[in-house]
């Protein structure tokens, strides 16, 4: 997935997989991630060629800290929305 055009401030991915690995890297601006898990919250700032893996059943989200941020995501597997984790609750009582 590549992610361009997003306004500074704007917050988005609130979401995690069951099947799904995300590799997600900052190509320019800067973006905040958020990656929520059962055990704890990790934050990491990414600049241009900076990149942090989302497991499976981690929560994650995005905030953009710069206009004109571009993020490129690979994904492990083909987009299936029925492994899509949307309570954040399936991922804390797991």
Sequence with gaps: MLMYGVPKGEIRGNHGHRKDRHLITCVSGKVRVTLTTNKGIETHILNPGDSVLQETYV????????????MVVLCSEKFDS???????????DK
């Design 82 to 92: 029925s492994e899509y984790i949307n309570d954040i609750n399936e991922i804390l």
């Design 59 to 70: 929560w994650g989200t995005q905030e953009y800290l710069e206009d004109n941020t571009i």
